[in-house]
């Protein structure tokens, strides 16, 4: 591919701004479900997405094949004519650098030069761990690696070459003892290389461990708790119940949730500052250029409790009057650019953890992800187990954790901040396509009020 | 495809090709007004190949040198993923209607204009935020394999969903319409909308507890998820399925009877064959509260020494790229059979209860088990009959081999909604937090 091709497509455009990414996706992805491999494919794809600013109206086309590049122009011509006549406002697109750059991220061990072979052994090792236990009656382990080598074009002269390199392997490590199944998640991964993947036994080893305990385990009670969130749980809290409202292509069109977030507003704990910072460098989140080919840059979305940053992309940028942050990214060839998390966290304050159970006293320490979904106002996620604590000690394992909370009041409601800070290594965002480099943490966090369903 | 099909008998005795191709265009309004229009025009191929017992694949949304693409597939024998069983023969031809050609002819603004027409019926006389998407897609899938098969097909699909927001949220209520071609949305189903809209809108915090619940048929698939779990031969075959040992004894109330049926054509997307090239049937899973059978792709049944009902296809939980994606048992095709009582009667019959317009974290809990624990977002909250408003930050947690031993009402018609087509489903004594 060369960017003189690209450029031949953009010849016969007639907008006042248009850009063009072209991908190559290479994806090594094998599956073990218990014992035996079920999937194993190695494959080479690529696509285009084109995006045309004409007459203030703003559209893509995606398409698979060159040829179909005239076609694709001139759909997206009409169907950003089309918006022009139903649009409340011309869409304008925020002014950014001109760049011309190439950029290939340092790896430690690249996975593409890593035989075919070698990926094998070691995720059958892994794999084999929790299978040798009694009562892991399965697992489901995958090995993904997924390399996006892009090229991005635009009618105001950037060229920009960037690879993205994500490798990782896990899944879920499955229990059973009478009728009762418990499963857990497993993995590591991120976009610094292979070799993050090695040594990991000891994950395994623990993790296969969780699962027997979970067995043991009692589903826990619904109500109304104080909980301790590890990092990792800290993390989804964090993106589910705020980040996704710091993303302004999700509120832009909401006009009471605008007005209730606005910048300035007082939305959390005096002591809670929360970062996106897709820069922080060998992170799952990491990139250099978004997929408008604007760099990224690191965003206080919560400065001591004051909402003062949003994400957003060039054209929520100037619709909102807000600085650039280099937040459009889309999944591959096949999509146009969201705005999307990149690494968002909240910082790290001073309290040490056995301080914050202290001060919970009673309620639940809560640990590890199950996945989480907001509705805007309400968000729900799920713990994969925890721990009743009474008067600051750690008492029974719980189970079958579900918690929902309110964005407008759970945010006032985080009273401790640990002094740890751990981001995740493996990602999964859906809103519309999978970022499976949405990366999140934070420290261990002390919340109030949280509503947790149970029998 | 037969010069690619050629070439990988090549390098293997058996082999299969999957090509999709697909033109797609989303329109989408926001607050009102319409904000993005997305033209889709994809391809892909995927192979499939089969040498020593061992399966290989690879895929290319973009054909330029099937010789790389055999090769991609070859190197993925390396695996030596097991394959227990032969691609099919060519299946008897079944007579489905599955395509509109009209759909395609009509333009984007006649789109957008229907689009207009809904926005501006639900915002007049309503303060709330209106979302209306509308999608339309052409798609041909053709299979081939080294035992004849050679099937191919054309369907077409629009589907439409407009949705009110409550303030402060994204939480809604929604309606939605799908066909095989273009249809003006009835403003009788807008009307029924804006009147629930209405009456839900205030805010209200009642007293936690046991109560009915009525899931309206777009939450359904949260609660089905857990069946099609249960029954799926993979989780058979892995011993991990809370069914083993359950086929013909009454698991659930026996108002409740669940079935696959590819067949039915009055659905758009309907399929003869599925995605492996395997006859498609109607397929009962749960018949009067009673287990009936467990669904397979080729690899599973053969594992399982079954034969394949056709329930093979390349879906993924969070959509996928179809090329990309290998086939798996899936039940795409889900009815829940209808019961008496219409839908205002179901809600005026509950003296204390919650209708479920939407739930959150369908995808968190012990699935397999049973289990779940849903965000209701929104929830509106019902006294004696009368809707008296949302409740925010609701949960309802139980296991569904308890509450759905107790059914309390099916809904008299089924819709066509998200996992399947379903009507709503009132149930008793489910467990809510708020």
């Known amino acids: 591919m060369s960017f003189q091709h690209l450029e031949s497509i953009l010849t016969n455009v007639r907008a006042e701004y248009a850009d063009l990414r072209y991908e190559i996706k290479k994806e090594v992805q094998f599956v073990f479900s218990g014992p035996e491999l079920t999937q194993i494919s190695t494959s080479t794809t690529d696509g285009y997405v084109l995006r045309v600013l004409k007459n203030g109206g703003f559209s893509n086309v995606v398409f698979t094949e060159a040829h179909d590049g005239p076609a694709a122009l001139t759909k997206a011509e009409e169907n950003a004519q089309l918006i022009s006549r139903f649009i409340a406002e011309p869409v304008r697109l925020a002014e950014t650098e001109v760049i011309r750059d190439t950029y290939a991220p340092h790896l430690e061990e690249d996975p593409r030069a890593i035989a075919l072979e070698e990926k094998l052994e070691l995720t059958r090792r892994y794999n084999q761990i929790p299978l040798e236990r009694e009562k892991i009656v399965t697992t489901q382990i995958q090995y993904l690696e997924l390399v996006r080598e892009k090229w991005f074009i635009n009618t105001e002269g950037t060229r920009i070459r960037e690879d993205l390199v994500t490798t990782r392997l896990g899944g879920t490590i499955t229990s059973q003892e009478g009728g009762l199944t418990q499963t857990v998640r497993v993995g590591r991964g991120g976009s610094s290389g292979f070799a993050l993947l090695r040594n990991q036994e000891a994950l395994f080893e623990e993790k296969t461990a969780l699962a027997l305990d979970l067995l043991q385990a009692e589903p826990v009670t619904g109500g109304t708790y104080s909980v301790i969130l590890n990092p990792n749980l800290a993390g989804v809290f964090t993106h589910e119940a705020f980040g996704h409202f710091s993303e302004a292509d999700l509120i832009e069109d909401s006009p009471s949730m605008l007005e209730k977030l606005r910048l300035g507003t007082a939305i959390g704990h005096p002591d809670l500052t929360i970062l996106d910072d897709p820069t922080q460098p060998a992170q799952l989140g990491f990139y250099k250029y978004d997929d408008e080919g604007v760099a990224c840059r690191p965003v206080s979305l919560i400065t001591q409790g004051v909402l003062t940053g949003r994400l957003h992309s060039r054209r929520t940028a100037a619709r909102f009057g807000e600085p650039l942050t280099g937040h459009a990214v889309a999944e591959d060839y096949r999509f146009g650019p969201l705005i999307r998390m990149g690494t968002i966290f909240i910082q790290p304050g001073q309290t040490p953890f056995d301080q914050l159970l202290a001060q919970l006293g009673d309620g639940l320490y809560l640990i590890g992800a199950l996945g989480g979904q907001t509705s805007g106002e309400n968000f729900t996620f799920g713990a994969e187990y925890g721990f009743v604590i009474k008067n600051g000690r750690r008492r029974e394992m719980i189970r079958d954790i579900n918690m929902s909370g309110n964005l407008y009041q759970t945010l006032k409601h985080i009273e401790g901040i640990g002094n740890d800070l751990e981001l995740s290594q493996l990602g999964g965002c859906g809103k519309g396509q999978t970022n499976i480099r949405s990366c999140h943490g934070g420290p261990h966090i002390l919340v109030r009020d949280i509503v947790i369903g149970g029998r | ?434």
Request: with cysteine; glycine share 8%.
């Open chain 2, 1 to 434: 495809m037969e010069a690619l099909l050629e070439k990988a008998l090549q390098s293997a005795p058996q082999a299969e090709i999957y090509q999709q191709k697909l033109q797609s265009d989303q329109i989408q309004f926001e607050n009102g007004r319409l904000k993005e229009i997305e033209t889709k025009m994809q391809s892909g191929v995927s192979l499939r190949i089969i040498k020593e017992g061992c399966l290989g694949f690879a895929y290319t949304k973009n054909l330029r040198t099937p010789e790389d693409l055999v090769r991609e597939a070859r190197d993925s024998l390396l695996g030596r993923v097991e394959a227990p069983f032969d691609f099919p023969a060519d299946p008897l031809p079944v007579a489905l209607r599955t395509l509109d050609p009209h759909l395609m002819e009509l333009s984007n603004t006649n789109l957008v204009e229907e689009g207009q027409r809904i926005c501006e019926y639900l915002n007049s006389g309503l303060q709330a935020q209106v979302n209306v998407s509308i999608q339309r897609q052409d798609q041909e899938i053709r299979l081939l394999n080294s035992r004849g098969l050679n099937q191919s097909l054309r369907n077409t699909f629009y589907f439409i969903n407009a949705s009110l927001h409550f303030p402060g949220s994204q939480a809604g209520l929604e309606q939605h319409l799908s066909g095989q071609g273009f249809e003006i949305f009835p403003e009788k189903k807008l009307a029924s909308l804006k009147e629930l809209f209405r009456k839900s809108v205030k805010d209200t915090r009642p007293r936690p507890g046991k109560m009915k619940v009525l899931f309206f048929p777009e939450t359904l698939y949260a609660l089905i998820w857990r069946i099609q779990a249960a029954a799926n031969g993979k989780n058979v075959y892995e011993k991990t399925s809370p069914l083993l040992n359950k086929l013909e004894t009454p698991l659930l109330d026996p108002k409740l009877t669940l079935y696959d049926d590819p067949l039915k054509d009055a659905q758009p997307m309907a399929r003869g064959w599925d995605d492996e090239g395997t006859p498609c049937r109607r397929l009962s899973i749960i018949d009067g509260g009673v287990l009936k059978n467990f669904y397979y792709d080729l690899f599973y049944a053969a594992k399982l020494k079954r034969p394949p009902g056709g329930q093979g296809f390349k879906s993924g939980l969070w959509g996928g790229e179809t090329v990309a994606l290998k086939p798996k048992p899936t039940l795409e095709y889900l009815y829940l059979q209808p019961g008496d009582s219409s839908l205002e009667g179901l809600i005026r019959s509950i003296d204390r209860g919650l209708l479920v317009a939407g739930v959150l974290g369908a995808h968190s809990g012990n699935i397999l088990n049973g289990d779940f624990s849903f965000g209701l977002a929104p929830a509106v909250y019902v006294e004696k009959g009368e809707i008296l408003g949302r409740v925010k930050e609701a949960m309802a947690a139980g296991n569904i081999y308890e509450t759905l031993k107790e059914v309390v009402a099916l809904e008299d018609r089924a819709h066509p909604t998200y996992g399947g087509t379903f009507p709503a489903l009132l149930l008793d004594r489910i467990n809510v937090a708020f």
